[in-house]
């Protein structure tokens, strides 16, 4: 065994991209909509109580002047689950997230330093950091300050596991549509990808046309000389005027989540742009809400988008005509006298002889830790007779259990197009789904492009990219522009060895308006599979132009370079990837096969040891640190992990042989005798396990046999292996 096999076993055998995108319709805004500001020139009161809400203070510039938190004293976190080492800090006038980790040898490596450009969150209950990349993408910070027991910094929500997202998770349409006002369409861009890129003038907090719709129709009437006053009126939308499903609505639009776990929660229509939703129409019209189904495990789990969700569940809400608007005004912060009011328009002779607590809400809608975001408490708005005999606050560990199963319509009446995507696009019941979406689509004809990418994409997570390709085709024939069905299919491309066809596909994708770093990164992978290496280069480099933080980019450089023969900047650019996703396996992986071939086996095992952490599954992983475990002579362990390299690829042949040469290491012949001949039966001109077991066949005696493999091994082209078996057979 040497090095440079080790070496190209592994960097040439890994792709870079592991990512999985969903489709995106256009974001252009309907007009309508004006400065929030110019409400209060009729609404002053209104406005002023509005803006100490927690909803006029959701999204905001982070200034010296709006700080709570603590940059100075209390400041470094360290994250157990990641091994990251975390340090906010303020300076002139700007405050920043810096992340390292320690290697081996306890010295800071994977340092990265990000400013905090935006606050999303009043901090009633949490902030939440934001920063604008040049490209102009919205990243979520991974460190959240949250203002329990006086304040104190803690990982975002979802962050608190080893694969977490760090400075990487982009802020979509969907996490804008419920933190902000709409963004005005000059304001957004990047149609088609997962990762819209926002200009610099974005509104700060939701403002009233969220709840009211677009204000423009109703400031030109009042501006009328003369006008009616109902005409005025009926220029804009008033909640509490509308039926009771259209009123509730208006809320649902963002407290309505059945969970944020992975189901998926809702899809917005195809049809309908991002930002289209408009208070009076009906949200189903917009979107289509999922639920677990019903005795699955999950009831009473609490997340933080809940109160809807959870409201819906009381006898309170089912067995009268209330919404939200019954308890809450959403212009002011309510105390608990107006609660008890409220509940005493129904409940006016309960507990009047022996009142059981200070107000109706303590009793019977208590506070409770969110399972999905842990330091957090919200008010539980299921309404209950009794409080559940437990401590409801309890400290939580984050959890994400994931779940398989049937998805179900929330509220609503199935339609077969979207339940059957609904099953798959997080792989939650993803066999039946595949089903259910092929017989839908045969029936309803679908005219459009995206169920059709639809099916493709869950094909893809079944593992079947051949079988995806044809639902991708089909997409592009009715719209040849569609972009994710370009990178889709530019993807099941490269899984199924057609490099060729990737680059066509990869090329028009990338070539849209903006540029998009997913589709140039695809196309240098393209490009690096046919060896045009110097094409794969300029597309990197073009990638990282617009977005210096992409590990897949960074990763694919390092492949590049190492195959025109510059192994230091080949190990600069893996670091480079890992420094922004210290757990990347293709690149830890990468790297580790060239610090073996430095002999640097201390570094070596530790990369290995992150590359399987982050992909358990990766046979090829396995196969090449177990070679690396036998060169520092860990022969136990070696065999383990050639053992699961065969389980997981068990049509290798070249870790049958590398697994049999270990065994005749640790002098087991005739179990080397059956992995030689297993990897014979794969690769009948397999040159290094004809000589090998010539070998073992010599030692016992079975000369005939020996001589006829020997003979094989000569015809090898590898002068090392015909040169012994010459020997032999002189």
């Known amino acids: 065994m040497n090095f440079r096999r080790l070496l190209a076993l592994l960097a040439l055998a890994i792709t870079a991209c592991n990512r999985q995108a969903t489709t995106t319709a256009s974001t252009k805004t309907d007009p309508g909509y004006v400065d929030a500001g110019t409400c209060a020139t009729c609404h002053a009161e209104i406005a002023a109580s509005y803006q100490r809400t927690g909803m006029g203070r959701s999204f905001f510039l982070p200034t010296a002047g709006n700080k709570v938190e603590d940059f100075t004293k209390h400041n470094t976190l360290f994250n157990k689950a990641s091994s990251r080492y975390y340090r906010m800090t303020e300076r002139d006038g700007k405050f920043y997230q810096r992340r390292h980790q ?363 990219p051949d079988a995806a390709v044809k639902w991708f085709e089909e997409a592009l024939r009715r719209k040849p522009d569609y972009r994710p069905a370009l990178s889709k299919l530019a993807g099941a491309y490269l899984a199924t060895g057609q490099p060729a066809h990737a680059v066509e596909l990869a090329e028009k994708a990338a070539a849209m308006n903006p540029p998009d770093t997913f589709a140039l990164t695809d196309l240098a992978n393209a490009w690096l599979q046919q060896a045009r290496l110097d094409d794969a280069q300029r597309v990197l480099e073009k990638a990282l132009a617009l977005d210096p933080q992409l590990p897949d980019a960074y990763n694919l450089m390092g492949l590049v370079a190492l195959r025109k023969g510059d192994r230091v900047k080949a190990a600069a650019a893996f670091r480079e990837a890992l420094r922004h996703q210290p757990e990347h396996a293709e690149a830890n992986t990468n790297l580790a096969s060239m610090l073996a071939e430095q002999k640097d086996y201390t570094q070596a095992d530790y990369h290995f040891r992150l590359a399987l952490n982050a992909n358990p599954e990766a046979a090829e992983a396995h196969h090449s640190y177990g070679f690396l475990l036998t060169l520092m002579n860990r022969l136990e362990p070696a065999q383990a992990e050639f053992e699961t390299a065969l389980r997981l690829a068990p049509g290798n042949a070249q870790t049958h042989v590398d697994l049999a040469d270990l065994l005749v290491t640790r002098r087991q012949p005739q179990q080397a005798e059956t992995e030689y001949r297993k990897a014979l039966g794969m690769a009948p001109a397999q040159a290094e396990a004809h000589l090998a077991l010539a070998r073992l066949l010599a030692r016992r005696g079975n000369t005939a046999e020996a001589r006829d493999h020997f003979q094989k091994a000569a015809l090898s082209q590898d002068p090392a292996i015909r040169e012994e078996a010459g020997r032999y057979l002189r």
């Open 102 to 464: 320690l290697d081996p040898r306890g010295q800071e490596t994977n340092v990265v330093e990000l400013s905090l450009d935006y606050v999303i969150g009043s901090g009633n209950h949490a902030r939440t950091y934001l920063h604008r990349s040049p490209e102009g993408k919205l990243l979520e910070m991974p460190v959240s300050w949250y203002p329990e027991n006086g304040g104190y910094w803690a990982m975002s929500p979802g962050y608190d596991r080893p694969d977490q997202q760090d400075f990487r998770r982009p802020v979509g349409y969907d996490c804008m549509f419920c933190h902000n006002s709409y963004p005005d369409a000059s304001q957004v861009s990047n149609p088609g990808s997962d990762e819209p890129i926002y200009g610099a003038k974005l509104p700060q907090g939701i403002d009233c046309q969220r709840c009211h719709g677009p204000g423009k129709a109703h400031i030109e009437a009042a501006s009328k000389a003369g006008e009616k006053a109902e005409i005025i009126r009926a220029a804009i939308v008033n909640p509490k005027k509308l039926p009771r499903d259209l009123q509730l609505d208006v809320c649902r639009q963002c407290h309505m989540e059945t969970t944020s776990l992975r189901l998926p929660n809702a899809i917005r229509r195809f049809d309908r742009e991002p930002f289209s939703y408009r208070p009076g129409q009906p949200l189903s019209g917009y979107e289509l809400l999922f639920d677990r189904a019903p005795n699955s495990g999950f009831e009473d789990r609490f997340e933080v988008a809940h109160a809807a969700y959870r409201l819906e569940k009381s006898a309170c809400f089912r067995s009268s005509q209330m919404t939200c608007l019954t308890c809450h005004n959403p212009h002011k912060q309510e105390t608990p006298e107006h609660f008890n009011q409220v509940c005493g328009t129904c409940h006016a002779t309960a507990h009047a002889a022996k009142p059981q607590g200070p107000d109706c809400i303590t009793c019977h809608m208590w506070k409770r830790r969110a399972e999905d975001a842990v330091h957090l408490s919200m008010t539980d708005h299921f309404i209950q007779r009794r409080k559940p005999a437990r401590n409801l606050l309890a400290p939580l560990a984050e959890s994400a259990p994931q779940y398989k199963g049937e998805v179900v319509p929330y509220g609503g009446k199935a339609e077969a197009l979207y339940s059957a995507t609904a099953q798959t696009l997080h792989s939650s019941n993803l066999e039946a789904g595949i089903q259910r979406l092929e017989q839908a689509i045969a029936s309803e004809k679908p005219a459009g492009p995206e169920f059709h990418t639809e099916l493709g994409a869950a094909l893809v997570r079944q593992g079947h």
